[in-house]
């Protein structure tokens, strides 16, 4: 497994040393500084199926390869929004479910693949709609949050209700759903939507605690607008 350190507080890096022959997959873009022994090698990530995943994700079709070449090498990948970057070893039978932006690396052995809400419901009103990325394989990936990370623990049966935008990632035996609010006057009148997300362990569930849509919202009366 490769060795790595996150620095930088609010605004993290995540610093990874590969030892010779180990190799870190990206976004295109995500590189922020590296040794002069990592050798760079664009692809289209996970063939005909994971090209089309991510086209329908969002994100490029195409993916950067760096591998250390004779001897260990140092690579850094910043966040590009302030927050968090949280590890997390995938194994077999133990993916892990991200929100579409939340991809930031990963080593060599794990693919990157479409993850489709089987609830429609879920799909379509759960905050991240209908489609999510999945990681699977064997290694570490990273993720990225915006604002703080809050990890937990669900239970068999235990669930989570999570407001829209909130939910970061969750480990794949968790399952996902939408209920809706409440009272009339609840779902009008209370300002927190008309849906909100629920997810059910068995498994781990990361919340982020600054959607960058609240934000955006957030500072939006204070941006001139032209005449």
């Known amino acids: 497994m490769i060795k790595y350190e996150i620095k930088g507080g609010d605004l993290p890096v995540v610093v990874c040393y590969p030892e010779a022959g180990q ?3 990206t976004e295109r873009g995500a590189m922020s500084w590296m040794s002069p022994n990592m050798q760079m090698s664009t692809n289209a990530g996970g063939g005909f199926g994971g090209v089309l995943g991510r086209m329908v994700t969002g994100e490029s079709i195409f993916m950067n ?19 968090s970057i949280i590890p997390y070893h995938v194994t077999p039978g133990n ?8 991809f930031l690396a990963m ?3 794990l693919q990157l693949s479409v993850a489709f809400q089987k609830k429609l419901g879920a799909g379509f009103f759960g905050g991240e709609g209908f489609i999510m990325q999945r990681v699977s394989g064997d290694g570490l990936v990273f993720m990225e949050i915006d604002g703080s990370c809050m990890k937990y623990d669900l239970q068999p ?23 809706t609010v409440k009272g009339f006057k609840n779902a009008i009148f209370g300002g927190e939507g008309l849906f ?15 959607p960058i849509y609240g934000v955006a919202n957030a500072i939006r009366p204070y941006i001139p607008t032209s005449n």
């Open 23 to 25: 190799c870190l997959k």
């Open 65 to 83: 390869e760096y591998r250390a070449q004779g001897g260990p090498g140092m690579i850094a990948f910043a966040s590009s929004f302030p927050g």
């Open 95 to 102: 993916d892990l479910i991200i929100q579409k932006r939340g």
């Open 107 to 109: 080593e060599e052995n």
């Open 157 to 179: 049966g235990q669930s989570l209700i999570v407001d829209t935008g909130y939910l970061a990632a969750y480990t794949g035996n968790c399952t996902m759903d939408i209920q």
């Open 196 to 210: 909100n997300t629920v997810i059910t362990g068995p498994g781990t569930v990361y919340l982020q605690t600054m």
